[in-house]
């Protein structure tokens, strides 16, 4: 996981690992061998917003939350006075 602190908040990228079968961390986002949805639902204007492919940069209504990556690498931002948990619901799926 690589953390990237900016201006605009928090950005948060993952990639899909091949060690994700002997992985023992069970959050999920850096244990995936591929990713089949790129998507999270803002927690404070509620908007559901999916990267369906890698340079697909979306921004949810109210501006606090953005998913980028599709299919290839999870990225986040979401305001740096915020924790992850507050800022968005996870919605992704993957194997
Ligand atoms: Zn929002």
Not at 27 to 52: A, F, H, Q, W
Not at 58 to 67: E, F, I, L, M, P
Not at 69 to 82: M, T
Request: proline letters at 3%; a negative charge; glycine letters at 8%.
């Amino acid at each position: 996981m690589i953390l990237i602190k900016v201006n605009v908040g928090i950005i948060v990228i993952t990639s899909p690992s091949p060690d994700a079968k002997d992985c023992s961390y069970k959050g999920g986002e850096c244990c995936v061998n591929k990713i089949l949805r790129n998507m999270i639902r803002c927690l404070s204007c509620g908007d559901i917003i999916e990267s369906t492919y890698v340079h697909d940069y979306k921004v949810c209504r109210c501006g606090n939350v953005s998913v980028d990556g599709g299919k290839d690498y999870f990225k986040r931002s979401y305001p740096a006075d915020r924790s992850q948990v507050d800022s968005y619901e996870e919605l992704s799926q993957w194997e």
